[in-house]
């Protein structure tokens, strides 16, 4: 039926809008994310390799190239998500950065550790690693995730023709 | 439409190429800026507690006890409030790092600046101590040394631990 069809249409260019408003929100919010945590371990890179020496995971030797190297991968990552350029490396790498932190705070977590979380900030001011921080990056990586599977998986456009 | 391994192939060469933009712009700013990091760190517990100056702010136990008994040096405990309840150096004081810009005024006002400070925490790399006596010394604080791994060498010697 005619009408039946006209309804199925604008039904699935409605999802796709709102696939796409959400594809797009999400990008924003990650990218604005790595950009601001970014700035004060670019402005302060030696006090955000002893925050990488704090969490005791990295060999000595390794710290200072991670703590001038992260940063900038960071502010990268944050421009090319807003752009939305280089999509599947990005989400790709995101996913990846943020799978690493998850794991490095959780692992210290559950060791005892009691650190500053070095993630947003060089300063005391930030505060020790705890359960919120973590829960805090768990969203993070779910928005990473789920422009993993946007970028990777996408849903097949609908077509009005059965 | 590109094939799903087709993407993560090109998913592998964008990462690759964000990261060597980011080690290429992190090297270089790194060592034209004034304040560059070098790129292999000592982080020996010398090193990490030496003040700017140069000047070494670690204490030997031996010192430390003997520091101890001279009832004007203050022992501070920089570890959370739990666990200085559970157990602390007889006479010293909580100040927790991670909220020491709350308690810092109530520190200043008791104790002057003259006075000898020992910060101590848990652990050969544990930097809560290490932090709280650079700050103490930024705020003022002549005299503040840093006992490492302070409760733990504390406790095994056997000296003077109070609780709550």
């Known amino acids: ?162 | 439409m590109m094939q799903s391994n087709e993407k993560w192939k090109v998913a592998l060469v964008q990462a690759v190429v964000i990261l060597a933009i980011a080690l290429v712009l992190g090297l270089v700013v790194n060592a034209v800026r004034s304040g560059g990091i070098a790129m292999i760190g000592d982080w020996s517990a010398e090193a990490r507690l030496t003040a700017p100056t140069g000047e070494s702010v670690i204490v030997s136990l031996s010192e430390a006890e003997k520091m101890f008994a001279d009832k004007a040096t203050v022992f501070m405990d920089a570890r959370s409030k739990e666990e200085y309840d559970a157990g602390h150096i007889q006479g010293a004081i909580s100040l927790p790092w991670h909220e020491v810009e709350q308690q810092i005024m109530g520190v200043v006002e008791r104790i002057p600046p003259d006075r000898l400070i020992i910060t101590y925490c848990d652990g050969e790399t544990c930097a809560l101590s290490k932090d709280l006596a650079l700050f103490l010394k930024e705020m003022g604080y002549e005299k503040v040394r840093v006992l490492v791994n302070g409760w733990s060498l504390w406790k095994g010697a056997e000296l003077p631990v109070e609780t709550g």
């Not at chain 1, 797009?24 to 990488?52: C, N």
């Not at chain 1, 502010?75 to 794991?103: D, E, H, K, Q, Y």
Request: hydrophobic share 55%; aromatic share 12%.
């Open chain 1, 1 to 162: 039926m005619q009408s039946i069809d006209k309804m199925n249409a604008a039904n699935i260019s409605t999802r796709r809008s709102v696939r796409q408003v959400l594809y797009v929100t999400a990008r924003l919010i990650l990218g604005a994310v790595f950009i601001y945590a970014s700035f004060d371990k670019i402005i302060h890179p030696a006090a955000f390799a002893e925050a990488v020496y704090n969490y005791q995971i990295l060999p000595d030797d390794l710290i200072n190239l991670s703590a001038v190297v992260l940063p900038w991968a960071e502010l990268l990552l944050g421009i090319v998500l807003i752009a939305g350029f280089w999509m599947p490396g990005a989400v790709a790498l995101s996913t990846l950065l943020l799978t690493i932190f998850m794991g490095a705070m959780v692992f210290n977590f559950a060791r005892g550790l009691d650190i500053s979380c070095g993630c947003f900030s060089t300063s005391a001011s930030e505060g020790p690693m705890t359960v919120w921080t973590i829960l805090r990056d768990a969203v993070f990586l779910l928005l990473a995730v789920y422009l993993l599977f946007a970028t990777f998986f996408p849903k097949v456009p609908l077509t009005s023709d059965r």
